[in-house]
């Protein structure tokens, strides 16, 4: 009977429970409140901020939103930024999403801004901020997923070759997390790290870089950056099919895409702007219908993306996202652009 009662118990929880998600989103979509008003506010501009853009706008439609954006003009200075975040009155919005252009030198200013409203940041984070929750890349999740994904490829044993197109000296502060995150994933995947060892190789510093994609010695190829995997990629262009070693690249372009279609490439880690985007104003839509007591603490929310591992079988569906997505984009920014409203052109609405 007890055991009956508990089952009862949960059956009736787990009812209650849908009906409340259920009843929240029916909520956020349906009612006939007034739309929060939310601004994103973002450090770069190209492909990968209308991107960003698509996402956000997609999800101010679908959470009920009323966004606002401010992209940069070229060449924007943190200093620009800055003087933009300050022109501007932060509790007209119920929300603010920024995209610092360097937090480190700009946390006061958004430590400023999360006073006056609910504030999520983008891209790069600091620490020190006050922002409600942060939303970026993490690179070093994005190594260990690449490490997961590489344990099921490796067919013998030997050497791990680590890819990179600069030297140890002067790889970027993304390709060393990126390493990082690998060397820390394989560790904690690998059934046995006996049999293996790991070499870094930098393709543009190494005139012997092309030779050794060749050694026989060598497991599997790990690109982490895109210059890199499409240097490995055209090595073993010129290589018989059967003696070609397994890449895995941290990166995708179009060249890395065709590769993984025909099979020269195993996987590839894919970050989409677009849930960037998403993201922060789906958190928006939910931190300005909450009260202080339903917020996170400030300074300590956190969203990791780490990606999602591309391959053939899913390779033409990820192509087709980015084909939509590039398209919408393409009409965001002609929109974004015929509507500029600041003197001097510093920031488009």
């Not at 006073?115 to 600091?126: A, E, F, M, R, W």
């Not at 680590?162 to 997390?177: D, F, G, K, N, Y």
Request: charged share 20%.
């Amino acid at each position: 009977m007890t055991k009956f009662s508990a089952i009862a118990g949960a059956a009736v929880a787990t009812v209650f429970l849908v009906c409340g998600v259920y009843a929240v989103n029916t909520f956020v979509k349906n009612t006939n409140e007034e739309k929060p008003r939310v601004l994103m506010i973002s450090s770069v501009s190209g492909e990968p901020w209308q991107r960003t853009l698509v996402g956000a706008r997609a999800a101010a439609k679908e959470f009920g939103v009323e966004l606002r954006t401010e992209a940069p003009a070229s060449n924007q200075t943190a200093e620009q930024q800055s003087e933009y975040v300050r022109s501007i009155r932060a509790a007209d919005f119920d929300g603010i999403a920024i995209s610092a252009e360097d937090p480190a030198s700009q946390v006061e200013l958004i430590n400023d801004v999360a006073k006056h409203t609910k504030l999520v940041t983008l891209g790069k984070d600091t620490e020190g901020s006050k922002r409600l929750c942060h939303i970026g890349f993490d690179q070093i999740g994005a190594g260990a997923k690449a490490a997961w994904f590489a344990r099921c490829k490796v067919e013998h044993a030997g050497q791990i070759m680590l890819l990179t197109t600069a030297a140890p000296s002067s790889q970027s502060e993304i390709v060393r997390q990126r390493i990082v995150g690998f060397q820390e994933g394989w560790s904690r995947y690998a059934e046995s790290a006996g049999p293996y060892s790991m070499v870094t190789v930098s393709i543009g510093a190494d005139a012997n870089g092309a030779t050794k994609l060749s050694n026989p010695k060598v497991a599997l190829i790990v690109a982490f950056d895109v210059e890199a995997a499409e240097s490995a990629i055209a090595a073993a262009a010129s290589q018989p099919e059967a003696e070609r070693i397994p890449i895995i690249a941290l990166d995708t372009s179009e060249i890395v895409l065709d590769a993984i279609e025909d099979g020269r490439v195993s996987s590839a880690v894919f970050n989409d702007a677009y849930a960037d985007g998403y993201e922060a104003i789906q958190r928006l839509a939910l931190y300005s219908r909450e009260d202080e007591a339903g917020l996170p603490t400030p300074g300590f929310g956190t969203i990791p993306r780490c990606g999602e591992i591309v391959q053939k079988s899913n390779v033409a569906d990820v192509r087709g996202r980015m084909a939509i997505r590039h398209n919408e984009a393409g009409v965001s920014a002609q929109l974004h652009l015929s509507s500029a409203e600041v003197p001097g052109g510093l920031l488009g609405r």
